[in-house]
């Protein structure tokens, strides 16, 4: 048990459909980041959510759509996908806004885009 | 620019053999450190960390990381490695003036062989 958990571990879309990646920590945290993990590339910071509140969009396109009811939980929501969002996407949650406080990530969502 | 620079793509080392894997950084102040590791099909976990203090730090599973500012390097060691340490590696740098931004290294992938 990480305390960060995400659904689905896999998932396999056509470039029009319409999907959701779930994450939910247990850990009393109030920060919650997306990031996109790409063979050979640096860890991409994609979204950071701060007490529900969204701190910080990396560029990231608009086919992605997170959302954060609440400290609790963050989803991601996708649409119109290119075959080169095929990646792991994983959630992360921290203590407090700053860098003193670690990341605490999840296993990941697996994504292939077809 | 802040960056984090891990000249190790892949690295295989004889298991009981020790290990150093290599990270350096680019950042005006003292930053904030980390290490990370992957195992396959999971996310990231904490090795360690380094806010201040005394320069050796001490993580989880037997593993060490040094700061030293001349070098603007944070490398980790572990005097003996196991089959079970085969991984990848991620060295990670925050600013320490606050936000949320921790830049991750590209990784470097560990090799065990028997």
């Known amino acids: 048990e990480t305390g960060v958990t995400q659904t689905p571990r896999h998932l396999v879309m056509g470039m029009t459909n319409k999907k959701s990646l779930k994450c939910e920590q247990h850990?009393?945290?109030?920060?919650m980041y997306w990031y996109k993990q790409s063979a050979k590339k640096p860890l991409e910071l994609m979204f950071v959510y701060n007490f529900k509140e969204q701190t910080e969009n990396n560029s990231v396109p608009s086919r992605f759509s997170p959302e954060c009811p609440n400290s609790s939980h963050l989803f991601l929501h996708l649409h119109t996908l290119q075959p080169e969002d095929s990646a792991l996407y994983l959630c992360?949650?921290?203590?407090?806004?700053?860098?003193?406080?670690?990341?605490?990530f999840g296993n990941g969502t697996r994504l292939t885009v077809t | 620019a802040q960056s984090v620079t891990q000249p190790d793509i892949h690295i295989t080392v004889s298991e009981g053999a020790s290990l150093e894997l290599r990270c350096n950084y680019s950042y005006g102040a003292t930053p904030y450190l980390f290490w990370y590791v992957q195992s396959p099909g999971q996310g990231l976990q904490l090795l360690l960390k380094y806010f201040s203090g005394d320069t050796l730090v001490q993580g989880i599973k037997g593993f060490e990381a040094e700061f030293k500012r001349s070098q603007s390097s944070f490398n980790l060691r572990k005097p003996s490695v196991h089959w079970s340490d085969a991984a990848e590696y991620f060295c990670a740098v925050g600013p320490n003036t606050g936000g949320f931004k921790t830049i991750f290294g590209a990784g470097t992938r560990l090799f065990v062989k028997a």
């Open positions: 992360a949650s921290s203590q407090r806004e700053g860098n003193n406080s670690p990341l605490h």
């Open positions: 850990l009393g945290h109030n920060a």
